[in-house]
């Protein structure tokens, strides 16, 4: 799902672009912690995929207009938060389609007989 031609969903991209920055900040000083690696790895996965209704988008704004409003609060309580929200939501599974190909490609007419 793409959120940049939706204004009032682009603060989802400022939440997961905060939380990558300060997981490399994190994994920079402790590179053993691969639990909160893979924690913001399903969020950025599920987030991306969850249908996010006018509530859920409002509980997400919630959760980051607190964590701005601590002056950049402690990223791992947001971090925890969202996935506490995002546990009970179903993710939607999308499948690629086949690519097109123009070699199977034929013109087939077919000619009507009033």
């Known amino acids: 799902m793409e959120w940049d031609d939706q ?3 682009k603060f989802l991209i400022n939440i997961l672009d905060t939380l990558k920055a ?3 900040s994190h994994l920079y ?3 053993e912690d691969t ?3 893979e924690q ?3 969020i ?3 987030l991306k995929r969850v249908s996010l209704t006018p509530n859920r988008t409002s509980d997400l704004r919630r959760y980051w207009r607190r964590y701005k409003g601590e002056g950049g609060g402690d990223w791992k309580k947001l971090a925890n938060q969202i996935e506490d929200f995002l546990e009970d939501k179903s993710v939607s599974t999308v499948s690629r389609l086949k690519e097109f190909d123009k070699d199977k490609l034929q013109l087939i007419t077919v000619e009507f007989i009033s």
């Open 29 to 31: 000083e402790f590179p």
């Open 22 to 24: 300060n997981l490399e």
């Open 40 to 42: 913001i790895k399903d």
């Open 35 to 37: 639990e909160t690696e």
């Open 7 to 9: 204004r009032s969903k």
């Open 44 to 46: 950025q996965h599920d």
